[in-house]
């Protein structure tokens, strides 16, 4: 394992690694995403590793377990090369069919994608439905990768957009690509992420932080956990150029304490990239210094929050802060911390190689590159997806989601989880966009997106997602701590028959005050689903009331 | 430091920098309340009572005046329809909880607050923390925290160190607005290490 000195070094390198693959070598790559584990993929791995000893294939072929392949229903996910050949729902006694089939170059049709409706099969990923309507810039190497090989990662292209960084552009010009791309903060707001760096990087004090948000909570999210235990590298490249641009010294990656899997996956990419020379002192040979360290949450939602998650780093109680003054300038121990959340930091070696021009092509008007979306719900296909920005709802839900299954009608798509908002299916062919999605109440948010059908009580999901947040908030301030309590109980009133006439003129001062005087982000959203749900089903709420009332309640 | 004016409720008022809206409030006479608010204690900014608007570069925004730092030519309304309401409904939403703390009754009486509003469930505390942050910040002793989070969350004090520390001191007493610190004491005391009423301040 050499340390590479410079960028021309860590070229030749990657030349020696590619010159040892042959593209054209038969490849097996079992899916270990969350999704898949919990199917036993573990066991389906063993029976290749089983079946290529037996069949004396280990020579013939490259087997590897990597991170989510995307489509987590159909799971465990098995993709062979070349060609991409999706297998799905794969069971142990299919190993040694698949590695015999594979070395023959035969397809198994009776493991390929089949349409539930038409019968109509798919063998290939870019065939298979789920598969076809995607853009997979971030997440399209993942099946490509053991994610504890950063000879994986580099035989990608992995770590040229650092070298290029490094050798070939200032700091200032980095910044100015991101800024020159309009990335925007994928993990909830929205913001631009150039400005939020040069915030930083023009914040006087010398010390400076940058941080990875990894730190995934909100309810059916889960593709930042897929980036960043299926590809590590990218978000770390993107990280460290990051770090470059705005003048950082040390980086924190913030993630979860309970993905054991994630956290292998992170130290395993921080230990290589310091043996390799990408991290630590005189990277690339280019005179800059830059460390990482990962630090765990202590299992709450709020951590989430960017100054409760700093608190946090610097070893108290992760209790948001108010941020008069931005943690952009004064964060963690007070000094300039830019934090982005792991798919904006995905997207910055894909800007500085491809250049903002590239990314600025793919997208709506304000809303440029792709976007990560866990879709779930009542949906055919569930899974992790990458999608461009604009792409209109419908695309998502039915060309990918493959629509409702058992012949029943969407009622509304939720975005953003517990905080985030539903629409009424009228407004399907709304496009994913930022501010778009805002205005109709449902905002993005990270990338949750619920798909409800016909028979879903909305009284239920707003109090469902209540129930959620009540117990994830801090209690430091009262609207957030007092204010979701309350209206948890009217919700739950409203469900079971004790719903009362002044009830939603209640929930109306609640949702408005718990807005404006909550501390944080938590509580300011916290009633959004909430007053999505006054604004589209206010007709169901009123309904519920009534009824009550009708069957002997309280509703006077 | 220069002094620096701002206009609140219509008055200019003249302070140095760094001063909070919600001294320089206090120091023109305009009333604002709040429960968490104490003189030798850091700003908190967790009961939000005294959330005011505040105007700057054409922006308004709601802000805790305990924490938000005055600028110049700021422009702040503490008693708009908006930051009435927050005010009530907040304060309805304590009375939940501790609905004869008389501070909590003299502010329901201003603001119009009913405090039947929300179903009860007194607990009596108002987490304003302010015995929490007394000894920790003054008393360094840290005899009290808070457990838990959400709506669980409520102070306990810690008998291996109340039972050194509280018998001399009791000063959070008087500083809790609903009397519940004095509750919890006695109960901890009661449960942790009884007798020691019995035998006097005298013997340790």
Redesign the interface.
């Known amino acids: 394992m050499p340390k590479l000195q410079s960028a021309a070094a860590l070229e030749d390198y990657r030349a020696q690694v590619l010159s040892a693959r042959d593209p054209a070598r038969p490849s097996i790559a079992v899916c270990a995403g969350a999704a898949c584990g919990g199917l036993d993929s573990a066991a389906v791995a063993a029976a290749f590793s089983t079946a290529i000893e037996k069949q004396a294939a280990a020579a013939k072929l490259d087997f590897r377990v990597t991170g989510c392949h995307g489509f987590c229903n159909k799971g465990p996910n098995v993709i062979v090369g070349p060609g991409d050949i999706c297998y799905f729902e794969v069971k142990p006694e299919d190993a040694a069919e698949i590695v015999a089939c594979t070395l023959k170059g035969e397809v198994i049709e009776r493991l390929v994608y089949q349409h539930p409706v038409t019968g109509e099969k798919a063998v290939h990923m870019s065939e298979v439905p789920f598969y076809k309507h995607q853009m997979r810039i971030l997440i399209g190497d993942i099946p490509k990768i053991d994610p504890m090989r950063i000879t994986d990662y580099l035989a990608v292209g992995g770590y040229s957009a650092l070298a290029k960084a490094l050798s070939k552009m200032t700091p200032v010009e980095v910044l100015d690509e991101v800024k020159k791309a309009n990335l925007r903060g994928r993990g909830g707001g929205g913001f631009p992420a150039g400005l939020k760096w040069e915030t930083t990087r023009n914040a006087p004090e010398k010390t400076k932080y940058v941080i990875v948000n990894g730190h995934e909570g909100e309810s059916a999210a889960f593709m930042d956990r897929a980036m960043l235990t299926g590809n590590p590298h990218k978000v770390l490249e993107g990280l460290i150029i990051g770090a470059y641009a705005i003048g950082a010294q040390q980086g924190y990656i913030y993630t979860r304490h309970d993905s054991p899997q994630m956290a292998l996956h992170i130290q395993a990419a921080l230990a290589q990239a310091a043996d390799y020379g990408l991290l630590g002192k005189n990277i690339l040979g280019s005179g800059f210094d830059f460390t990482v360290e990962l630090h765990y949450d202590v299992g709450i939602f709020v951590s989430g929050e960017s100054s409760a998650l700093m608190r946090s780093i610097e070893g108290h109680a992760p209790e948001p802060r108010p941020k008069y003054i931005r943690t952009s300038v004064s964060g963690i121990w007070d000094k300039p911390s830019n934090l982005n959340n792991v798919e904006t930091w995905a997207n910055v070696p894909e800007i500085i190689n491809r250049g903002a021009d590239w990314f600025t092509s793919i997208g709506s008007e304000k809303s440029k590159g792709t976007k990560l979306v866990s879709l779930s719900g009542h949906v055919a296909n569930s899974g992790v997806i990458e999608v461009p920005m604009g792409m209109p709802l419908r695309t998502i839900v039915f060309d990918i989601g493959g629509g409702v299954p058992g012949g029943k009608a969407p009622k509304a798509i939720h975005f953003g989880g517990a905080m985030g908002g539903s629409i009424p299916i009228s407004l399907i062919d709304a496009p994913l966009d930022f501010d778009g999605m805002a205005k109709l109440g449902a905002p993005i948010g990270a990338g949750g997106l619920l798909v409800m059908d016909e028979d879903t009580d909305m009284v239920e999901v707003a109090r469902y997602l209540l129930d959620f947040l009540v117990k994830e908030s801090c209690g430091k301030c009262v609207p957030c701590r007092e204010g979701m309590y309350q209206m948890l109980k009217i919700l739950t009133n409203i469900k079971e028959g004790r719903g009362r006439k002044f009830d939603l003129e209640r929930l109306a001062d609640l949702t408005e005050v718990t807005s404006l005087g909550s501390l944080c982000a938590l509580g300011k959203t916290s009633s959004d689903p909430l007053k999505s749900m006054l604004r589209y089903f206010k007709d169901e709420y009123e309904a519920r009331i009534a009824a009550g009332a009708a069957a002997g309640g309280l509703a006077t | 430091m220069t002094d620096l004016v701002l206009q609140i409720d219509g008055k200019d008022v003249s302070v140095p920098a760094g001063t909070t809206v919600l001294q320089a409030a206090r120091q023109a006479g305009i009333p604002i309340p709040t429960l968490c608010h104490h003189e030798q204690l850091e700003d ?6 005294c ?1 005011v608007e505040v105007e700057s570069r054409g922006r308004k925004n ?3 005046s305990c ?3 005055v600028e110049k030519g700021l422009v702040v309304r503490t008693r708009t329809e ?1 930051v009435d ?2 005010r009530r ?2 304060i309805e ?2 009375m ?2 501790a609905p004869d703390a008389p501070e909590l009754k003299r502010l329901a009486e201003e603001y119009g607050a009913d405090r039947n ?3 009860k469930e007194s607990s009596f505390c ?2 304003c ?1 302010l015995c929490v942050r007394y000894c920790a910040e003054v008393k360094q002793k840290h005899a009290v925290g ?1 457990i ?6 409520e102070i306990s004090f810690i008998p291996e160190i109340a039972a050194k520390e509280c018998w001399d001191c009791q000063e959070c007493f008087a500083i809790c607005p609903t009397s519940y610190a004095q509750a919890a004491y006695f109960l901890t005391e009661a449960l942790a290490f009884p007798g020691r009423r019995k035998a006097g301040a005298t013997s340790a």
Do not use: D, Q, S, W
Not at chain 2, 44 to 49: I, T
């Open positions: 908190y900014g967790g009961c939000r009572l959330m709601h802000v805790v924490l938000y730092p908006t309401k927050i409904v907040i939403e304590l939940a909880h509003r929300f179903e108002v987490l923390g808070f838990e989070n959400g709506p669980k969350r």
